[in-house]
């Protein structure tokens, strides 16, 4: 069974700061991985997908890197901005098209 | 594009009593998702349709959650009768193809059980 764990489970970083977050999977069988954002009271929303086959994907300010081996996932953030200030999750995907989450990571960027 | 609908977005109700939640997929998306998503905690699914067929419902507590796709598009997911320990968020997804395409969520409902 995948188990997917996101750590540090909050993070509190001063603006511009540059960030990582992680994401780790026990079972490295999958096929893509995916990064979503979730502000309170909200739905989530995707910032990147990154294929089994990938090594990186970026998208702005933020870079996505995955080591299947390994089982791990780093989410980079530059330069952040109060408006950063979120929840980030990340959603393994296996071959067989079923998604696990972790439980994110709630980032709040202080002016 | 339209984003994935869904309603109510807010729902209070006794324990013991039934709730429905509606979902409009993306149009032409094939796959949808329901999750149910605990405070502090991340979505887990519920159920996965593929057009109007199911996926995967392995975690759906049957005896009490049912869900339907009409005609492959619209959703359904009811609760009946609901327990304090349901109260969450509700969300739903979809997705063009299952695996190597991106999921896209809605809003949510958020479903408080006293």
């Known amino acids: 069974k995948q188990e997917v764990t996101q750590i540090p489970a909050a993070l509190s970083v001063p603006e511009g700061e540059n960030l990582v977050l992680n994401c780790s999977f026990t079972?490295?069988?999958?096929?893509?991985l995916q990064w979503f954002r979730q502000d309170p009271g909200k739905g989530l929303t995707s910032l990147l997908l990154i294929q089994s086959s990938q090594r990186e994907q970026t998208s702005g300010r933020l870079n996505a890197s995955l080591d299947k081996s390994s089982g791990r996932s780093t989410l980079y953030i530059a330069a952040s901005q109060p408006g950063d200030s979120a929840t980030y999750l990340c959603a393994v995907n296996t071959n067989a098209g079923k998604s696990t989450f972790g439980d994110g990571t709630t980032l709040t960027v202080k002016p | 594009e339209a984003g994935v609908a869904q309603s109510p977005r807010y729902k209070i109700i006794e324990k013991r009593q039934s709730v429905a939640f509606w979902c409009n997929p993306i149009s032409g998306h094939a796959t949808l998702y329901w999750y149910q998503q605990i405070l502090g905690q991340g979505p887990k699914l519920l159920i996965q349709f593929q057009n109007n067929g199911v996926v995967d419902d392995s975690q759906l507590p049957k005896d009490r959650f049912s869900a339907e796709r009409l005609k492959g598009v619209d959703s359904t997911l009811k609760i009946q009768p609901a327990k304090l320990e349901d109260s969450a968020v509700y969300l739903c997804?979809?997705?063009?193809?299952?695996?190597?395409?991106?999921?896209?969520f809605g809003q949510g409902t958020r479903l408080t059980v006293v």
């Open positions: 997804a979809s997705s063009f193809l299952t695996r190597n395409t991106e999921a896209f």
């Open positions: 079972d490295s069988a999958i096929y893509n």
